[in-house]
């Protein structure tokens, strides 16, 4: 099972929006909704962001929004802050009952 | 609150074994699956393998299938992680995570045990 594919880095001032994809395939972000998407500051412990696509677990704020269309999914922030410079990961449950990561996206507020 | 635990993690030889364990405190630990995922020095999040809630079904990565074996025992809410044939790039912090079944989702995370294998 490959990695799902995420741009490397990306980058905004603050009040910006920014957008991370998350390109898989046909056997996995194709054909389910477990698509969830974590945030893991430097030096810190993953936290888990975006469930089934979009939804949020309490406590994320409403800035973090989830979507997919065909094998592709997306995290958008809006309203960029300082405290979201982190990598970014998105996670999909697969065909063979198993689960793939993102290769991570880490975001920069310039 | 929930917890999440993790133990045995150090340096090892390769071709060594190692066993790592992950105990759970703050929730109904029988009703939930569980899941290892380990991340490399300065590398992204990898999946390993989960259990359902009885135990009795377990899945893995292919990269890991026949050398890591995972186990739970709901009397003692733990999950225990088993490696043999140790290679160098099983170097990696190992996460233990409680994952939601139905909703595919990984919710609460423990702080890791960090595995060298190095000679």
């Known amino acids: 099972q490959s990695a799902l594919t995420q741009p490397p880095s990306v980058s905004g001032s603050p009040g910006q929006s920014v957008t991370i994809s998350c390109t898989g395939t046909?056997?996995?972000?194709?054909?389910?909704?477990?698509v969830s998407w974590y945030q893991q500051p430097p030096g810190t412990v993953p936290k888990l962001l975006i469930y089934?696509?979009?939804n949020r677990p309490s406590g994320v704020p409403d800035r973090f929004s989830g979507s997919k269309s065909g094998n592709t999914a997306s995290l958008t922030i809006s309203g960029l802050q300082a405290e979201d410079e982190a990598d970014y990961y998105c996670?999909?449950?697969?065909?063979?009952?198993?689960?793939?990561f993102g290769t991570g996206t880490e975001v920069t507020v310039l | 609150q929930v917890q999440l635990v993790e133990s045995g993690g150090g340096l090892v030889k390769p071709g060594g074994s190692l066993r790592l364990s992950c105990s759970a405190s703050g929730f109904n630990f029988r009703d939930y699956y569980m899941t290892w995922i380990r991340q490399a020095p300065g590398k992204g999040l990898e999946w390993i393998a989960d259990i359902s809630s009885s135990g009795r079904s377990i899945s893995y990565a292919d990269s890991v299938k026949g050398r890591f074996t995972m186990s739970r025992d709901n009397a003692k809410n733990s999950v225990s992680l088993q490696i043999d044939s140790l290679r160098a790039e099983d170097t990696a912090v190992y996460f233990c995570?409680?994952?939601?079944?139905?909703?595919?989702?990984?919710?609460?995370w423990g702080q890791g045990a960090l595995l060298t294998v190095s000679s």
């Open positions: 995570v409680r994952e939601r079944e139905y909703t595919a989702r990984f919710d609460y």
């Open positions: 996670s999909s449950y697969t065909s063979s009952n198993t689960y793939v």
């Open positions: 089934e696509v979009r």
């Open positions: 046909s056997d996995d972000i194709g054909s389910h909704n477990g």
